[in-house]
């Protein structure tokens, strides 16, 4: 306890008995709380960086699947058989566009639930995520071979690709349960903090389909189906082994029936996931038709050169979209849990990371394409200099949007994770189809050629000025909304929450359970309530820096002491939050380990190894009374009796460790202790009533 770390911590500090400790603590309150609120906490901000670089690497291992799949396919197979790929792509994107849906709107919903502190039903979401990952890839595996002839000649097949395509398809689309079996995986991994396996994963499943490809057509000579083989079998080892990872590796989900409460939470949950996961299913529709257009808009107006134009624009957006993607999607898991638990700081720093780490990196893209453009055509080909100069123009003119790009993707993301899916949608809509075709129609007849490409940049711009449109018409209806990004900060302005970097020393502890002594204080939450405050924020932040942080006084933990009610005073229910990003620690587990006796409180573990739940009622019965009368421990006297002695006083004296003495009074006292790791990091919380 800080009473035994140091000095300033004396009881006298905490009761006001000296005038002189109370006024240096207001001062060092003052200074601290400006220098805490507007800090990044360093723990978070490694996170985030991990978190990046897995969706990074994750994106990349994607892109090198399909990218080099069609290169090898072009060099061993021949030119001609590249339409095959093409033909092949429409049916490959229904199953991403399923995949996306479900993978990318599950994170969305698990991480909600988890700030929400509804675990069941996580476990129900991801479950189901896989349910209809398999179901979903099942029927549109049979509704898409059923279908094969006909859309192949809906497409204008050729006659002499007819058979090629046939014979690719009959092999990708089995394998179609596997291509959306991927975005589960990598979403679900990311989201319980599993960020490197998610990164090798990914990275692997490039090498893999690179290598099953070389095997496949210089080894065995298939054919164009040994393409579709080394994708599915790639994909294949991907879903399963991310699969197995959640199963036995996982610190938040375990499987369990979605169908235990009763069908029609099944089917609320199935919409909620679909719901969420409904703007990156749009994306993909309108990639696909915008294409189209844009295809028959180029070749039609200006021949094979502007088609050829737009192919090195669709190569440009998918290197820019591997940045914003990872971006976006490692601010992900986040922004949910933040939005769950209403932390508006925290939303906020999570955004100042995005942005931070974000617009240099993709303004440097931005830069190189502009630099660099001539040089990067003749990488593709480009010889005349016509072709350069078209090719160079084009990629000139997309580029100068790519940091519009960037905003307007992360705010899909940003609006995702605040349930605003119409909002979200509706982007997607704006950038990828109505913008861009509806500025092509107005450019093409005055610029040319130049038209076309000068309607991608713009419909950036266009989607970026409709969303600052959007959120003022949303401030003016709620005025506790954040500009821009609509970070609600009721709970700030209402004085419900505190909020506090913690660094790993005495000094600062003390400071920080000051400041929330002088919120308990604001808020008139009384004095038992505040004493038991501010012993927990004391125990668990001493043990917490010690066993989790090993003592290191220059890392942080982040604090948060939300008051969700209305009322004050007797009664009040207060939720106390302690998060960091050291080694794994269960303060729950630490203290069942050390008393060597069972506790005189009932302990969850109904969660799985990510979590475990102490819970407490009012009329203190002790654990032997959880327990059937006959049970053989009561009789051996191995548990606390109904005396209500706590479990160290079964102890003898020297051998109950101070710490314990400490977690076990906070037990006693709490009315919920839930341990958990969220997105990586150890989450602590605590719930105590008045």
Same mark, same amino acid.
């Given at each position: 306890m800080l009473s035994s770390c140091a000095a300033s911590s004396s009881p006298e500090y905490y009761q006001g008995n000296s005038e002189t400790a109370d006024l240096n603590a207001a001062k060092r309150v003052d200074r601290r709380a400006e220098r805490t609120n507007v800090g990044d906490d360093l723990f978070i901000r490694a996170i985030y960086a991990r978190y990046l670089s897995a969706s990074?690497?994750?994106?990349?291992?994607? +892109?090198? +699947?399909i990218v080099g799949s069609s290169a090898l396919a072009g060099l061993l197979l021949g030119a001609n058989m590249l339409p095959v790929l093409s033909l092949a792509l429409p049916f490959y994107y229904l199953f991403a566009t399923v995949g996306a849906m479900i993978g990318v709107g599950g994170a969305h919903v698990c991480a909600r639930l988890i700030g929400w502190q509804r675990h069941e039903e996580?476990?129900?979401?991801? +479950?189901?995520?896989?349910? =209809?990952?398999?179901l979903m890839g099942l029927v549109l595996t049979v509704i898409l071979l059923f279908l094969m002839d006909p859309l192949l000649a809906l497409m204008g097949t050729p006659p002499e690709l007819l058979e090629?395509?046939?014979?690719?398809?009959?092999?990708?689309?089995?394998g179609g349960v596997f291509i959306i079996g991927i975005y589960p995986a990598f979403n679900m991994l990311r989201l319980d903090g599993q960020t490197t396996k998610a990164?090798?994963? !990914?990275?692997?499943?490039?090498?893999?389909?690179?290598?099953?490809?070389?095997?496949?057509?210089?080894? !065995?000579?298939?054919g164009i189906q040994s393409v579709a083989v080394a994708l599915c079998l790639s994909y294949g080892l991907v879903s399963v082994t991310g699969a197995l990872l959640l199963l036995r590796q996982s610190l938040n989900f375990r499987f369990v029936s979605p169908f235990d409460r009763g069908m029609h939470v099944a089917l609320r949950l199935t919409r909620s996931l679909l719901d969420a996961g409904s703007p990156n299913a749009l994306e993909n529709i309108c990639i696909v038709i915008r294409s189209a257009v844009v295809n028959n808009l180029a070749a039609v107006s200006f021949g094979a050169v502007a088609l050829g134009a737009y192919v090195l624009i669709d190569n440009v957006t998918v290197l820019a979209l591997i940045f914003a993607a990872s971006i976006s999607g490692a601010a992900m898991a986040f922004l949910g849990v933040f939005f769950a638990e209403k932390d508006a700081q925290g939303t906020a720093k999570i955004l100042r990371l995005s942005f931070l780490w974000g617009v240099p990196t993709i303004i440097t893209l931005a830069l190189i394409l502009e630099l660099f453009a001539p040089h990067l055509v003749r990488m593709f080909g480009a010889s005349t200099v016509d072709d350069i100069q078209v090719f160079s123009t084009a990629i000139?003119?997309?580029?100068?949007?790519?940091?519009? =790009?960037?905003?307007?993707?992360?705010?899909?993301?940003?609006?995702?994770s605040q349930k605003r899916m119409g909002a979200s949608r509706l982007i997607v809509l704006l950038r990828e189809l109505a913008c861009p075709l509806a500025l092509m129609g107005l450019l093409t007849l005055p610029l040319g050629m130049v038209g076309i490409w000068a309607a991608f940049p713009l419909a950036e711009v266009l989607t970026t000025f409709l969303i600052l449109v959007y959120s003022v018409v949303c401030r003016m209806h709620k005025r506790s909304l954040s500009a821009v990004f609509l970070i609600d900060r009721q709970a700030e302005q209402d004085d419900k929450s505190v909020s506090l970097v913690v660094r790993n020393d005495v000094v600062h502890i003390t400071e920080a359970i000051a400041q929330v002594e002088a919120f308990c204080e604001r808020k008139n939450l009384g004095a038992r309530l505040a004493m038991g405050i501010q012993l927990a924020l004391e125990e668990m932040l001493l043990v917490i820096g010690e066993k989790s942080l090993s003592g290191a006084p220059n890392r942080t933990m982040s604090v948060r002491v939300l008051v969700p009610g209305e009322g004050e005073g007797e009664g009040e229910e207060v939720i106390v939050r302690i998060r960091n990003g050291g080694l794994r620690f269960n303060p729950i587990e630490y203290a069942e380990r050390l008393s060597k006796t069972p506790r005189e409180v009932k302990l969850l573990d109904e969660y799985g190894a990510g979590g475990q739940v102490a819970v407490f009622g009012h009329d203190e019965r002790t654990a032997a009374d959880a327990l059937p009368e006959h049970d053989e421990r009561v009789a051996a006297g191995t548990l606390p009796g109904h005396d209500e002695r706590m479990a160290a006083n079964a102890l003898p004296e020297h051998e109950v460790p101070l710490e314990l003495t400490g977690i076990l009074m906070i037990l006693k006292r709490a009315e919920v202790v839930d341990y958990r790791s969220t997105f990586g990091a150890n989450n602590l919380m605590m719930i105590l009533k008045g």
């Open positions: 990074i690497i994750g994106i990349v291992g994607s +892109s090198v +699947s996580c476990q129900r979401a991801f +479950s189901l995520v896989y349910v =209809l990952a398999v090629p395509a046939r014979a690719y398809l009959t092999v990708l689309l089995p990164a090798c994963l !990914f990275l692997g499943m490039g090498a893999l389909t690179i290598m099953f490809n070389l095997l496949f057509l210089a080894g !065995f000579g298939w000139r003119v997309f580029a100068a949007g790519l940091p519009f =790009l960037l905003f307007n993707y992360l705010m899909i993301t940003v609006y995702q």
